[in-house]
């Protein structure tokens, strides 16, 4: 079983960067972030896999967060630029054993989910 830890999250003013991060328990060979606003589907926001080769990005925030991480310390990033309200939501780590099949922003795929960190943005 692993655990995953997100942190990060608050509220910055739109157009401003935040960065989240998530500490997992153990090794994981694809890493995820997702994100569910009030009254909507959680959504897939950026996927990656074990060395950074692939990453995936949803359509709204693709050239605006990039997903990185170091596998030394088993955790995984979402850095958030040029923020906009649409971006309001609470933010899931999620994680998976590989290797990618299917869609990388299918939920039900992966196995391991954080609590979740809430991000909003003041204008």
């Known amino acids: 079983q692993v655990q995953l830890v997100e942190s990060g999250g608050g509220s910055v003013q739109a157009g401003g960067s935040l960065r989240l991060s998530c500490a997992a328990s153990?090794?994981?060979?694809?890493m995820a972030w997702f994100r569910q606003a009030p009254g909507k589907e959680r959504e897939g926001v950026a996927s990656?896999?074990?060395?950074?080769?692939?990453?995936y990005y949803a359509d709204s925030v693709r050239c605006r967060f990039t997903i990185s991480r170091d596998n030394a310390k088993n955790t995984a990033y979402l850095q958030m630029n040029n923020r906009k309200p649409e971006d309001i939501a609470k933010y899931y780590c999620?994680?998976?054993?590989?290797?990618?099949?299917?869609?990388?922003?299918?939920?039900?795929?992966?196995?391991?989910w954080g609590q979740g960190t809430q991000v909003t943005v003041s204008s």
């Open positions: 999620a994680a998976r054993p590989g290797p990618y099949g299917g869609k990388w922003y299918d939920a039900l795929a992966y196995v391991y």
């Open positions: 153990g090794y994981t060979t694809i």
């Open positions: 990656i896999v074990t060395g950074g080769t692939l990453r």
